[in-house]
């Protein structure tokens, strides 16, 4: 499902940030991905969505190789991905369901099953009650849902998501997992780069650490490790 | 493209120009302008090149018969002209109608010349058009060798000035189309960078759920026609009217202009319809450009 194999990354500027990772991914996992700050975690989560090309090495995500992938084959393979980022990315002037909406509306689907499908995630997230909101009436945690919900809506296979509860207080960020868990039941593939502690050692998963742009440890059910 | 995913373009391009209103309306009005310029520049050239081209083929070597050529040696030299290689074709003016035709052109002054009706000071001449103008001068340094040829005339100097001067015209005018247009489509190129910084938060959105590089591409190239062809409309009217304007002016004020004008249709259809395609092309032109160098898609 997401394999990477001898991935090297460096940027233009000189900066090593990923240095030899080989990692392999099922479908339907649940994996935290967690380190330092500056350790390549975001670079890491970006090269699958094809954010960031790696410098070398081979990246196969659904059968297909991203790092070789021409760029007009890019939109195809991010209709497979759902990503969710710490700051939402709603757009402020559009209500609840027009945000969900526009990820089919760019892709091109009809209004009648457009329709259908928003309001299906939108009840998932429990929001169907609030989709004639703004993003700034709503509270944190039900804007994280908005962005969930528009990340979903199109039936990704993998959900990455960097650091979806950063923004959010402990009992909200909570309810942010209950509903990657719902996700990941479902079949999807959840990737979480985390910097929360309790959440990690709680709701305990598959957690990958990435430290200098190496795997340092890969552990079934592990714990967080750091200090926060 | 489904009709309805191109409608979404056309009302988001449409959208953009509102979002930065006044850039929108500098630079429709910097495509105003310059296709102002760039029409009036064009009536002009079109004109002169016509002009010209009516010039070209109005050169006329006259060859005058001496006086005591005999109709048999008039018909010599009528073929010895026309085996000339570069000669189109000689035709037989004799003083009368010299003299006619001179009262002619002159219009209201050529009356004094009717008194000399009776003792034509002319001669009976060949009037020779060449195939290529540019041969005129040859041509008749040819013909003023044949026997029974009085002298030759053409209007040598006259016509090579106003060659020079159509050509410096249309190069000068060339030059500032051309520049102008660049201005223009500099700042159409500008106004797209704004509605594109305006909607980076959109479009890295657009990016990320999938949608294809054209998708996004689309709004911002129509926003840049759109501006090309709005600012095609005024110069348009102002062209039509003025052009209508000077025709009219010309027929009624001054019927003796030697220059005739291309008549105004279809020459203002034509004229309109090459700037809404001027129009269109810097404003595709200017989008592109900044498509290519802030839009990384």
Redo the contacts between chains.
Sequence with gaps: MIEMKDIWKTYNNGIKAINGIDIKIDKGEFVYIVGPSGAGKSTFMRMM?REEVPTSGTIIINGKDVGKMK??NV?????EIG?VFQDF?L?PKLTVYENVA??L????ESKASTRKRVMEVLSLVNLKNKARFLPDELSGGEQQRVSIA??IV?NPNILLTDEPTGNLDPETAWGIMDLLDQINNRGTTVIMATHNKDIVNTFRKRVIAIDGGLVTRDEARGEYGYEN | MKIKTFGRHGKEGFKNLGRNGWMTFASISAVTVTLLLVGVCLALLLNLNAFGDQLESDVEISAFIDITAKPEQQDELKSKIENISEVESATYQSKEDGLDQLIDNLGDEGEVFESLRDENPLSDAFLVKTKDPQDVNKVAQEIEQLENVQNVEFAEDTVNKLFKVLEIARNVGLALVIGLLFTAMFLISNTIKLTIVARSHEIEIMKLVGATNWFIRWPFLIEGILIGILGALIPIGILIYGYYYLIDLIANRFPTFIIDLLPVTPFVYQLSGLLVVLGVIIGTWGSLTSMRKFLKV
Excluded at chain 1, 75 to 79: I, M
């Design positions: 969505y760029n007009k939109p195809k393979l991010r209709r990503v990315k757009l526009f990820a509306e760019v892709i091109e528009r990340a199109n």
